[in-house]
């Protein structure tokens, strides 16, 4: 499993989440400025499984539950407000399924859209 880091997460969270074992990777230069609809098939060609955002919207907006692609959103953008939340992350980016929209909440509480 791949996971690939929205434009609006920290990039620190990539470093994090692969030292617990998550292969992730940050968000590329040549891809900023991409709509949702254009990354999303970008990633779907490129064969990532997980994307990690913090786009409260992007499951209303875009058919995720079409694509053969996870979706983990994130409460914050800040990476000191995420660090607490690493290992539910990790966790949620390794257990997310294909089409599948997980939402974890401040607190940590995990939950599917």
Known sequence: MTVQLDESVPARLAKSLNAAGVRTLRFPNEWKGLKNGELLAVLRQRGFTCLVTCDKNLHYQQSI????????????????????????IAGAAQDAKPGETIIIAEDGTVSKA
């Open 65 to 88: 539950s079409q694509l053969n692609l996870a979706l983990v959103v994130l409460p914050r953008q800040r990476f000191l407000d995420l660090q607490p939340l690493l290992d539910v």
